[in-house]
């Protein structure tokens, strides 16, 4: 049987507690309750918030980035800066004028291209991408507005990038994180070596990579790379859309800590995952700008380091408390 992670760590920190793990979604563990002696609680995977400790206010604004933005500005947190823009004007009536997608362009001209374009509510690197033009403006705008109504402009920034897992105040762990690549083999293109690598993401709800992904590599489309040549891609790192994780350590800097700690305070989160830049010129965590923050955050990098036991500490954790053992 196939769970998604969050079901399987709650059922293995069930079973440690003596707990009733009950599957709500025919074997797929979307949705599941745990029961004990005095009660039970809903929990899930995919859409659902999997961490019963988090409110759902905090939750709600952490998923979306503009009020997230808004939020850490207002306590000082630096962020990246960025406006967004609907891209139905359903609900037009209802809201302040420069919002719209007519409004995207003006905004665009005053950052400069590249820019960087997600949707506002969206996760796991999905239509997270580097945006060349006015004219791939354009057409990012026609393709994202069939599936979110929303998007953030951000201007297009280079550093090392980082997340901090914070609970209840205190860093569980750090992560840095390295971009997808494509590896050239002497034989194929760049474009045939893309298209390849967008077969891998075909059927896991994540967009594929466009062109405007190798355009500060200094290669082209029909260039065929040496053997072994790496081509990193620019813009996401998400596990998801196939980027990696370049270390994970459980001893998080305090400078990493500082800033992902008030970051959670700022939005109420008791567990939340900070992506963070290091934009300083020696690469040294001086400076430091927030990207997002995920309050429903996977932990699948802990699990594949080999410490399945931290998750399961945190979820009988959350257990003891939901259900006052």
């Not at 997230?68 to 962020?79: D, R």
């Not at 945006?131 to 550093?159: K, N, S």
């Not at 992902?260 to 700008?289: K, M, P, Q």
């Not at 399961?312 to 053992?325: D, F, G, H, K």
Request: glycine fraction near 8%; aromatic fraction near 8%; charge should be negative.
């Amino acid at each position: 049987m196939f769970y998604p992670d969050h079901a399987r760590y709650a059922k293995l920190a069930a079973a440690e507690l003596g707990v009733e793990f009950v599957d709500l979604n025919d074997g797929n563990g979307y949705l599941f309750a745990l029961v004990g002696p005095s009660g039970m609680f809903l929990s899930g995977a995919g859409t659902v918030c999997s961490y019963p400790i988090n409110n759902a206010s905090s939750l709600t604004i952490a998923r979306d980035k503009a009020h997230t933005k808004k939020v850490l500005s207002h306590f000082g947190i630096p962020v990246i800066p960025g406006c967004h823009f609907f891209l139905s004007d359903d609900y037009a009536k209802l809201r302040n004028a420069g919002h719209e997608a007519g409004d995207a362009h003006a905004y665009a001209a005053s950052l400069g291209f590249p820019l960087f374009c997600k949707p506002l509510a969206g996760g796991r690197g999905n239509f997270a991408e580097v945006v060349r033009d006015a004219a791939e403006l354009d057409a990012y705008i026609a393709r994202v507005r069939r599936h979110f109504d929303a998007i953030l402009i951000e201007p297009f920034i280079r550093g090392d990038e980082y997340r901090v897992v914070i609970h209840d105040g205190m860093p569980i762990y750090t992560t840095s994180k390295r971009q997808a690549a494509v590896h050239g083999d002497g034989v194929h293109s760049v474009a045939a070596l893309l298209e390849e690598l967008n077969r891998r993401l075909q059927g896991t709800g994540i967009s594929p990579y466009t062109p405007a992904s190798i355009a500060f590599t200094g290669f082209q489309e029909t260039d065929v790379p040496p053997a072994g040549t790496v081509i990193p891609l620019a813009g996401r790192r998400n596990l998801s859309a196939l980027g990696e994780v370049e270390s994970l350590d459980t001893s998080v800097p305090p400078e990493l800590a500082r800033v992902a700690t008030a970051s959670c305070a700022a939005l109420g989160l008791r567990l939340g995952a900070i992506d963070l830049f290091d934009v300083s010129e020696r690469r040294d965590r001086s400076e430091l700008l927030v990207i997002e923050v995920n309050g429903n955050p996977t932990l699948s990098s802990l699990e594949r380091a080999g410490r399945l036991d931290l998750i399961l500490r945190l979820w009988v954790s959350m257990i003891r408390e939901s259900l006052e053992l």
